[in-house]
């Protein structure tokens, strides 16, 4: 739907009540709009408009104490109960290092924010929404019970914007795949001599690879194909023998963490659910179209990882054994993904 052509604040607000049980994002979709300017739609009615500053939020959000995070993409949505602290914020990252709630933040992806009360009779609920340039959430926080609502509310008048100007929008353009610029072999004299997982991203941006190209070149010896049951057997083994795991859903402005054991996995339809007390997970299983066991090197040994992904090659969700920098990996963990069955060959075009 051209600019011109998208639906007005009144009509987005007549949606919702023509559909009120449809998930609001779902309803944007629906009227071919970005999720961020559903929200805008309320703007004067229980929507205030916030500043995307990454530093001041994290600076006043602790003191609001317990809350909800949700970060999200496309197919999987992960949310944790907990409090914000230990914080650390820059202009090209920020970090959140809590018990429960540990995020990896970057700035820059974040576009526009606002402050959303909705009422339902007497409760109230609150949040901070925040979205990228293209309108897409890059993280939530919602308040609960708990929550100091005169600190949420000191926050959120430090947090308000002058305006009423309607949100620009920047429609992204979908990147096709590159070609691979070298060969297994470069790949392999790379991955090989890592020390620390993190520098695996430095290895993409050197060889100019896409994430799923470099696992897929590497060899079987560090990254295979696994069979598409491979999601349910791993949160089956985790939860019966009872081990921590680090779950990472992420966007371009996101990346949230659970670390800790799983307890209750409940699949719906096409959704996995993880529904435990401080952690919850919807993945749709339907969406992940790869499935693949990486091994990274460390001056320890090495990390092993279980990753999906989507038809366009995009990370959707990842998953390793709890480990604290410098510990070698849980062998229980390393096991549990290895005992997997392999696809037998290689699935990337």
């Known amino acids: 739907m051209s600019a011109v052509s998208k639906p007005s ?56 104490g317990e809350v909800m995070a949700l970060t999200r993409n496309e197919d999987a949505v992960h949310e944790k109960i907990g409090v914000y602290e230990n914080m650390q914020s820059g202009a090209a990252n920020a970090i959140v290092l809590g018990k429960d709630i540990d995020l990896r933040i970057f700035p820059k992806q974040w576009s526009h924010g606002f402050a959303v009360e909705k ?20 993280h939530k926080i919602h308040l609960r019970p708990a929550s100091d609502v005169a600190a949420y509310e000191a926050l959120v008048d430090t947090l308000e914007r002058d305006g009423d100007e309607p949100i620009a929008i920047v429609p992204r353009v979908p990147q096709e795949r590159q070609p691979r610029a070298v060969g297994a072999d470069a790949v392999r ?25 470099a696992v897929d070149m590497v060899g079987p010896d560090f990254a295979w194909p696994l069979e598409g049951d491979a999601l349910q057997a791993m949160f089956d083994g985790a939860v019966a023998q009872e081990i921590p795991i ?13 670390s800790g054991p799983i307890k209750t996995v409940k699949p719906m ?15 749709r299983a339907d969406r992940v179209c790869q499935l693949w066991a990486v091994r990274k090197p460390t001056k320890e040994g090495h990390v092993t990882s279980l990753e999906a992904y989507d038809a366009r090659g995009e990370l959707i969700i990842q998953f390793f054994g709890k480990r604290h920098e410098g510990e070698d990996e849980r062998r229980d963990w390393r ?15």
Request: proline share 3%; net charge negative; glycine share 10%.
């Open 119 to 138: 009422r339902d009779g007497a409760d109230v609920k609150r949040s901070l929404q925040f979205f990228d340039a293209g309108g897409d959430a890059v």
């Open 246 to 258: 680090m779950c990472f859903v992420g966007n371009r402005g996101c990346i949230q963490i659970h």
């Open 9 to 64: 604040a009144e009509a987005i607000r007549q949606a919702r009540v023509a559909n009120p049980s449809m998930r609001e994002r779902d309803l944007a979709h629906q009227l071919g709009i970005s999720e961020a300017e559903f929200v805008a739609a309320w703007c004067g009615e229980g929507v205030r408009r916030i500043e995307q500053n990454v530093g001041l939020l994290l600076a006043g959000i602790g003191a609001v």
């Open 189 to 213: 004299e790379r991955w090989s001599a890592m020390t620390d997982p993190h520098q695996f991203f430095g290895l993409l941006r050197t060889l100019k690879l896409e994430r799923l190209d």
């Open 335 to 349: 096991q549990l993904v290895e005992a997997i069955p392999r696809l037998q060959q290689s699935i990337v075009a």
């Open 269 to 283: 339809g096409p959704w996995i659910n993880v529904m435990d007390p401080t952690f919850h997970l919807h993945l």
